[in-house]
């Protein structure tokens, strides 16, 4: 058993966005696939299974974090701070806004525009998406995603590449999704779509300092506003060319904009973000050094 933990521990130590994506990846599977073997996925226990298995990229987060012999409680504490300037909350709002535009542009022009009732129509269920995808169904995932691989991945790599990595990581995790038809639209175009997610992700986290709970709202915003032009003309089988095509194509440009602005290194004015909770190992006490209050000393400007 003490072998076992050595070796968990030397490649946690080793390969720690490795060893994180085997675990996210193994932990919401289990949960998933074990849910849909007695429920439905629309059901209410698919619909809890669901959920469940979204905490998994966090979940393995803190494992892996405490596999290294780092402090479990640095980490959190990075992960869960708030304070950045109030801009850098409605950037995570503005942004999935403007993609959602981009989408009703180019909806609108192929199916017509809806009536204005529809729109208010989906005024409610709008909100109440946008706190289940924040909380449970895809803004939660970020503790993971780039609450804990990004910046270990951004100490080797440039914020591009290590964009397409987690990309990568977070497309393939979906699989269930696909296999128990959750999702019914193309892989391949929800690859390039999450993809494109990662990218503009990373910009807004390292632009904003590290802000992960700023990225939990933009990654639960970009889940809620992306369907509303599709709901408003009747479903996305109203529009004559696939929806995650139009998805994958908008913030796919968007992704590319900011490649250009930026530049591939960091994607941002400001140094890519690293890990800041790793100085403070699991046996010290409350976390100290950069790592307790999960900043760095100078306000983003970006």
Do not use: C
């Amino acid at each position: 058993m003490q072998s076992n933990r050595s070796l968990l521990a030397r490649l946690s130590n080793e390969h720690p966005v490795v060893m994180f994506s085997a675990l996210a990846i193994g932990l919401s599977w289990t949960v998933w696939m074990s849910t849909f073997s007695i429920a439905t996925p629309r059901s209410g226990l698919g619909i809890i299974g669901i959920a469940l298995g979204a905490f998994g990229p966090g979940a393995a987060g803190a494992v892996v974090t405490r596999l290294r012999g780092e402090s479990v409680r640095a980490w959190l504490v990075t992960t869960f701070e708030w304070r950045r300037p109030l801009r850098w909350y409605g950037v995570a709002i503005a942004v999935p806004v403007v993609g959602a535009l981009g989408v009703a542009v180019v909806v609108f022009s192929l199916v017509g525009l809806p009536d204005s009732g529809s729109l208010g129509r989906l005024a409610p269920w709008f909100l109440v998406n946008l706190v289940l995808a924040t909380l449970f169904t895809g803004g939660n995932e970020e503790f993971g995603w780039r609450g804990f691989a990004l910046p270990h991945l951004q100490k080797r790599f440039s914020a591009l590449t290590a964009s397409v990595l987690v990309g990568g990581v977070w497309a393939l995790w979906h699989v269930p999704m696909f296999a128990y038809g959750v999702y019914q639209l193309s892989p391949l175009l929800y690859a390039v779509s999450v993809v494109s997610f990662a990218v503009i992700l990373t910009w807004y986290y390292n632009a904003s300092d590290g802000a992960v709970l700023g990225a939990v709202l933009l990654h639960g915003m970009i889940n809620a506003a992306v369907n509303v032009p599709g709901r408003a003309v009747g479903g996305a089988a109203a529009v004559p060319v696939p929806y995650a095509a139009i998805l994958a194509g908008v913030f796919g440009i968007l992704a590319i904009l900011l490649v250009i602005r930026y530049g591939p290194e960091t994607l941002s004015h400001r140094e890519a973000v690293r890990p800041r909770w790793t100085a403070t190992r699991s046996a010290d006490g409350p976390a100290s050094g950069n790592a307790s209050n999960g900043r760095r000393a100078t306000e983003p400007s970006d």
